[in-house]
């Protein structure tokens, strides 16, 4: 299994351009989460999917788009980059249900730049 | 309001076991203690988590004390390739799939 995987692995941006973060699992994951990682600080809640074509707002959810149109994958969007948004982005999956079955499975990240 | 505190920095040596605190006084009934650890800037890796009893696996173990309001993960013996940033998170996830990340512990592992 590959388990969690994220295209591209880096990526510059000029300010107002667009793009698109893709992640996969093979792991047949109900559950699926895109983090943003600031330099220095620990990772924060960006959208997450309980289920195919389903999504829910995180703690930092603006300037920020999400699509679960397949089960394996979780797409995350910019519309207008901006500099504010320079971070590594790391998708995650889990297993459905709460505590204590979770376990997030991490991707590799994606570093971004915002010039 | 954090969840939890964590010192932010340690150093530990090599072969020895490394004990990393965490304080949780506001931890609730039903609420959980996860460990996750980030190696230099790879994705956030599970290591353990507990509820009330002290846990164990092949990668650590987890103590909570009795009022659980904090607890100590123990990595046995400790090798360069567990310098990370160790996470220690408090969440209940009924309902509410969200794990909160702090700043952790950046633990060092000196030859």
């Given at each position: 299994n590959a388990g969690v995987t994220q295209t591209p692995k880096f990526r510059v941006l000029k300010t107002g351009q667009s793009m698109t973060l893709l992640c996969a699992q093979d792991m047949n994951h109900e559950y699926m989460y895109w983090y943003r990682q600031d330099p220095g600080m620990g990772l924060r809640l960006i959208h997450y999917s309980v289920g195919e074509g389903t999504t829910a707002k995180g703690e930092v959810p603006d300037g920020y788009n999400v699509s679960r149109l397949k089960k394996q994958n979780f797409l995350l969007g910019l519309e207008s980059a901006a500099p504010s948004q320079t971070s590594v982005y790391f998708c995650a999956s889990s297993k459905p249900g709460g505590a204590p079955n979770y376990?997030?499975?991490?991707?590799?990240g994606t570093r971004l730049t915002v010039t | 309001d954090a969840k939890t505190t964590q010192p932010p920095s340690m150093?530990?040596?090599?072969?020895?076991?490394?004990?990393?605190?965490c304080n949780h006084s506001t931890i609730s009934g039903n609420e959980y203690v996860y460990w996750y650890r980030q190696i230099h800037s790879q994705?956030?890796?599970?290591i353990i988590h507990g509820l009330k009893n002290n846990e164990t696996n092949e990668m650590a173990s987890l103590i909570i004390t009795e009022d659980r309001?904090?607890?100590?993960?123990?990595?046995?013996h400790a090798t360069l390739r567990d310098t990370a940033v160790y996470y220690c998170?408090?969440?209940?996830?009924?309902?509410?799939e969200k794990l909160t990340f702090g700043t952790?512990?950046?633990?060092?592992?000196i030859p």
């Open positions: 376990e997030q499975y991490f991707g590799p | 150093d530990c040596a090599e072969g020895r076991a490394a004990n990393l605190p994705g956030p890796q599970y309001k904090s607890s100590t993960l123990i990595l046995p998170i408090v969440s209940s996830n009924f309902g509410n952790g512990t950046r633990l060092t592992i």
